[in-house]
């Protein structure tokens, strides 16, 4: 029985989503950083070219669709964020200014890092089919992909900003 929340015949249309958020993602950024100036029939190129683009490789497609998600996820709770800190009396600016690029800075690496983790996953390397006591861990893909590393890598940032964070106040 069909419901009206049943989503799943959505997934056949999960290419023209992808290609409709890349092509307006790079329209609003063109757009808003005047690159090609106030042309909108380039950015509009571009903007396609680039979709289209995104389109021919499964790799970045995938990606796409594993990021959107949390990228939704994270805009909303930036509105969250934003309506609770008025609703408390900060106003404009002031509600998202206190943390804002730390903030930035932590939502852009772990999207960042997803992505890298998501491309790391779908990508073959030499000696991927090997037992992990074979792996050489003198090749920088086996290095810095590793699961401690990189949890090594995540507690080093989490501890320069605490560090930071904790200098900037006055006492």
């Given at each position: 029985m069909a419901t009206?929340?049943?989503?799943?015949?959505?997934?056949?249309?999960s290419t023209f989503f992808v290609f409709m958020f890349v092509w307006l993602a790079v329209y609003a950024v063109l757009s808003y950083t005047k690159i090609f100036g106030d042309n909108k029939a380039v950015i509009i190129i571009m903007g396609l070219l680039v979709g289209i683009f995104v389109l021919l490789s499964p790799i970045a497609s995938g990606l796409v669709q594993y990021i959107a998600p949390w990228f939704a996820v994270i805009l909303i709770f930036i509105v969250l964020i934003s309506i609770i800190s008025k609703?408390?009396?900060?106003?404009?600016?002031?509600?998202?200014?206190?943390?804002?690029?730390?903030?930035?800075?932590?939502?852009?690496?772990?999207?960042?890092?997803?992505?890298?983790?998501y491309i790391r996953e779908r990508t073959v390397?030499?000696?991927?089919?090997?037992?992990?006591?074979?792996?050489?861990?003198?090749?920088?893909?086996?290095?810095?992909?590793?699961?401690a590393v990189l949890g090594m890598v995540f507690l080093l940032i989490i501890a320069v900003f605490t560090i930071a964070l904790l200098a900037g106040k006055s006492v």
């Amino acid at each position: 029985m069909a419901t009206f929340l049943d989503v799943a015949g959505l997934e056949h249309f999960s290419t023209f989503f992808v290609f409709m958020f890349v092509w307006l993602a790079v329209y609003a950024v063109l757009s808003y950083t005047k690159i090609f100036g106030d042309n909108k029939a380039v950015i509009i190129i571009m903007g396609l070219l680039v979709g289209i683009f995104v389109l021919l490789s499964p790799i970045a497609s995938g990606l796409v669709q594993y990021i959107a998600p949390w990228f939704a996820v994270i805009l909303i709770f930036i509105v969250l964020i934003s309506i609770i800190s008025k609703a408390f009396g900060a106003s404009g600016l002031e509600s998202l200014s206190s943390l804002k690029w730390v903030t930035l800075v932590i939502i852009i690496a772990s999207l960042i890092i997803g992505s890298f983790s998501y491309i790391r996953e779908r990508t073959v390397m030499p000696g991927d089919n090997e037992s992990s006591e074979d792996i050489d861990y003198a090749e920088k893909t086996n290095f810095f992909f590793h699961p401690a590393v990189l949890g090594m890598v995540f507690l080093l940032i989490i501890a320069v900003f605490t560090i930071a964070l904790l200098a900037g106040k006055s006492v």
